[in-house]
Structures are given as structure tokens and as C-alpha cells.
């Protein structure tokens, strides 16, 4: 797949995609020829996979460490699984804060939907 193709499955630029090869979460984007990106479906997985860390508020840097983990192969795999564990984690605290957040908005429309004053809005 060219570059075109990745940018519209995957919903980022093609700058985005160039951005994220030049800081080291895209590794050995093959080439053609005339130095044309190609992608493949395993590239394709991949940035489907960094979209949902990014979206999860992993940190940049840590996804490049474990892209950079990812193509050492097997060796790594208890580190990544170590990595995905403590990101995880982080995601249910989140998740727990939302809801906190979501309870408490809650209550000031039941509030105003009762009448009552909105101190502080």
C-alpha cells in the first residue's frame, strides 16, 4: 500500500505517517525503486495499534521504546507484555477518573434541571 492508501485506512496525513517514521515509531518502512513508501498489512496493524496507544495518552516515548522493542522480535516480549500491563493500569485509572468526573456533571444537571443554583457557572 502507498502512502495514500495508509493515510485514508488509517485516517492520518501522510505527514503524520512521515512524522511518525522520522521519530521512530514506524521501523523499516520498505521502499520501491524511486524511494516510494510501501506499506504492508503488518505495517497497517501496527499503526492501527500506535493510533490506540496515542488515544490512551501513552507517552511518545514510550511508544517508540516499544516499537523499537517490537523489531528485536521475540527476545522482547516480556518487557512489551511489562509495558502494556503498566499502560493498561494507567487506563483503568483514567477510566476510574472519568467516571468520577462523568458522576459529578451529572449532578449539576440533575441540579439544574431541579432549579437549583449552579455555584461557580
Known sequence: M??????????LSAYTLRYYE???LLL?????????RYYSQKDLIWIEFI????????????????A???VRGDSTIDERVRMLE???????????DLK???QKIKEKIELCKKG????GL
Open 68 to 70: 523499537r522493542l517490537r
Open 28 to 36: 523499516d518502512i520498505e521502499r520501491d525503486s524511486k524511494g516510494h
Open 100 to 102: 468520577t468526573h462523568q
Open 51 to 66: 493510533k490506540r496507544l496515542k488515544a490512551t495518552n501513552m507517552p511518545l516515548n514510550e511508544i517508540r521504546r516499544f
Open 86 to 96: 503498566k499502560h493498561e493500569s494507567r487506563v483503568r485509572e483514567q477510566m476510574a
Open 22 to 24: 522520522k521519530i521512530g
Open 116 to 119: 437549583g443554583v449552579l455555584q
Open 2 to 11: 502507498n502512502i495514500r492508501t495508509i493515510s485514508q485506512m488509517t485516517q
